[in-house]
């Protein structure tokens, strides 16, 4: 396979669904579909996802969405989010991005963020580097809580206890400031190009992260992830300088 045709077939693919989006939020209000606990789908959600699923399919990889999969006989594996940071969207926050990535099994391979309302193109391969629009970019220097910033969040699957919040609290408190965007997929990208030191977030789905995950390490920067549940992970990305302790 060639990851340079694989990684422009992402880009034209984030693009088309991300343009759409974007029409959308300026234009009118989004429809809401579920609207349950601390979790929102909308129709914009599901249209993105129709885009992005009519042009990977032709790849004949297996393709894993938020709301729809698609399963080939590959060992390579698209993992999507037609719309990352869907409440965000729907109360106008701009804080939203397609996201695509490729995996082989647990191993990343591209990755694509598109922050649509930016017109902000993070983009990288495994051992190419990542970019944004074209500009080589790369983590941060910082190597000490006290000045770094981090990035996280409360996913709609965690478990809010008093026990987890105070565990959070402990993991989140030597930072110089903490930053909670909505959207995982951005706060990767953040990490990736030295705006952020460190992600962190506890049972956040994979197709959330994938692709933000690629762009950590193409950039420099390294995570660890710990499975939980189908699909769902304990992150840890950082520029390789800070710790997880």
């Not at 397609?98 to 391969?125: C, H, M, Q, T």
Request: net charge neutral; charged share 25%; with cysteine.
């Amino acid at each position: 396979m060639s990851l340079e045709k694989e990684l422009n077939l992402a880009i034209k693919t984030a693009k088309e669904a991300g343009n759409y989006l974007r029409s959308v939020y300026r234009a009118s209000s989004p429809e809401i579909l579920i609207d349950k606990d601390k979790d929102i789908k909308l129709k914009e959600d599901l249209k993105s996802e129709e885009i992005i699923l009519y042009y990977l399919s032709k790849s004949k990889y297996t393709i894993i969405s938020e709301h729809t999969s698609k399963i080939f006989d590959s060992e390579f594996m698209w993992i999507v989010d037609p719309l990352d940071g869907s409440l965000n969207f729907s109360r106008g926050i701009s804080n939203c991005a397609v996201s695509i990535a490729l995996w082989k099994g647990l191993e990343p391979l591209l990755g694509i963020i598109y922050d649509f309302n930016r017109d902000e193109v993070y983009y990288g391969s495994i051992n190419k580097g990542a970019y944004l629009n074209e500009k080589k970019i790369s983590v941060s220097s910082i190597k000490n809580k006290n000045n770094a910033i981090i990035c996280t969040g409360f996913p709609s699957r965690l478990d809010y206890s008093t026990e987890n919040l105070l565990e959070f609290v402990k993991k989140v408190q030597d930072f110089k400031k903490v930053r909670i965007l909505g959207s995982a997929s951005l706060s990767l990208a953040y990490v990736a190009s030295g705006k952020a030191e460190v992600y962190y977030e506890k049972g956040i789905m994979l197709w959330d992260v994938a692709a933000g995950l690629v762009l950590v390490r193409s950039a420099g920067g390294n995570f660890k992830i710990t499975k939980i549940g189908e699909n769902q992970f304990d992150v840890w990305a950082s520029n390789g300088k800070i710790n997880n302790d």
